[in-house]
């Protein structure tokens, strides 16, 4: 693992990162699962702390954002997996998404200079999809959840695939904002996500801190130990609601900068593991991690993200608050909010549209044409087998006023053109436990 990385906005110097661009960059196949990889750098592939536990489980892995990560194990098919999360309950080693944490006076201002929504009002313990933006064009940086987790310490964890990218944007940015804000990244820290659900129930009969899940809700983060099989208990973990897959669940975070999360995180493991059995819990990889997120209509940067596109554009809109609707002072505002407003009603609106398809006769794979009467009006991004739809499923972006559901196309897959309809997402029902309206 690469040591600790801290920089002090107002002190320290710059410090030199790579500009590589790793997101977006060579793609690595295992079976049909396209994973994004940094190792086109040439660095070894990194190791998370459960790596040697994937191993020994029966784990197939591969290269993923600069890490060897599991596409599947042994005991489950890919399609089997899947259907155990949205069953049951898997639990994922996330620990290739990068963490940090954000802390200082003025960490709320740089976060709000650097992404479009609001952070000085955001109630503590609770965090929020958003984005980092250029400046100048507001295209996305990376997609990001951002959580506030003392007065002025915001938790922030990015892309494992955009690691360079992201530490090159963020330490030139807070070098030309110029407040008080230290920003530490988490290196050599645990993360994993307890999807499913049973995943409540299951992380409730771990838990050694007195939480009341049934008011903890989608968003919400709190600090807590879990117990541990051989009758001891972790250190404090930060739990966060919340997930990837569109079912109910949890990520788990093992703060490397001040415990020994390397082994912490494998005994929290073999933990849930222990207590849940077989029968209600399994562990997952990329493969299954895929299929559940393009169902739920989820974004996967360098894929159906990237620096060329806006919120806007990316049906991303509602993670612009409202307040910053009106007084803008984020970076790309100048672009971003005119295309708030249709042509028709005299903004600039958008040229295209972030939607999804079903797809007829075979599924379509990323860069695939989306065509109307012969004509190329948009690009597939992603694109699936739905498990449990039983359909084709995909993700792209289309010509704007092509993009209402229900819009027949033609997807070319393999040079032979496959009926298509534009579909709302998420294509399977979220089912995040959120609280009363």
Not at 334 to 359: N, Y
Request: glycine letters at 12%; a positive charge; charged letters at 20%.
């Amino acid at each position: 693992m690469m040591k600790s990385f801290t920089r002090i906005a107002r002190a320290s110097p710059r410090v030199k990162a790579s500009a590589s661009l790793s997101a977006a960059g060579r793609l690595s196949t295992a079976g049909s699962i396209r994973c994004a990889s940094n190792a086109s750098s040439g660095e070894p592939l990194k190791k998370t702390p459960l790596y040697d536990f994937h191993v020994a489980n029966g784990a197939k892995m591969v290269p993923f954002a600069g890490y060897h990560m599991p596409v599947q194990y042994s005991s489950l098919s890919l399609a089997d997996s899947h259907h155990f999360t949205r069953n049951h309950a898997s639990l994922f080693d996330v620990s290739h998404m990068v963490q940090h944490i954000f802390k200082g006076p003025a960490a709320a201002a740089f976060l709000e200079k650097v992404t479009p929504s609001s952070w000085s009002n955001v109630a503590p313990m609770s965090g929020k999809l958003t984005t980092f933006l250029w400046p100048g064009t507001g295209g996305i940086v990376d997609d990001t959840i951002v959580t506030r987790i003392g007065e002025d310490e915001f938790y922030v964890v990015t892309n494992g695939a955009c690691l360079d990218k992201d530490t090159k944007y963020i330490d030139e940015e807070l070098g030309k904002f110029g407040g008080d804000v230290k920003w530490t990244r988490l290196d050599g820290s645990g993360l994993v996500a307890l999807q499913g659900p049973q995943a409540a129930e299951i992380l409730s009969e771990v838990l050694a801190t007195d939480i009341n899940l049934k008011e903890f809700y989608f968003g919400n983060t709190v600090q807590a130990e879990l117990k541990l099989a051989d009758g001891g208990k972790t250190h404090p973990v930060l739990i966060s609601r919340g997930g990837y897959t569109g079912e109910d669940g949890f990520e788990i975070s093992f703060n490397g900068k001040l415990y020994p999360a390397l082994e912490s995180t494998v005994k929290a493991v073999e933990s849930l593991i222990k207590t849940a059995g077989p029968e209600r819990l399994q562990m997952a990889g990329l493969g299954a991690r895929d299929s559940l997120r393009l169902e739920a209509g989820m974004c996967l940067y360098g894929h159906d993200l990237d620096d060329t596109t806006t919120p806007v554009e990316a049906g991303l809109s509602w993670i612009i608050s409202p307040e910053r609707r009106k007084a803008g002072g984020f970076h790309g505002a100048e672009i971003i909010l005119p295309q708030l407003t249709p042509k028709s009603k005299g903004g600039s609106g958008v040229e295209r549209r972030r939607v999804g398809f079903v797809v007829q006769g075979a599924p379509a794979r990323e860069g695939a044409e989306i065509q109307k009467d012969g004509q190329t009006i948009g690009t597939i991004t992603s694109g699936v087998p739905s498990p449990t739809l039983g359909k084709n499923i995909a993700m792209g972006y289309i010509k704007d006023g092509q993009h209402k559901a229900g819009t027949e196309v033609d997807v070319v897959v393999r040079g032979r053109k496959r009926q298509a309809v534009v579909t709302k997402m998420p294509f399977t029902p979220a089912k995040y436990w959120k609280a009363p309206a």
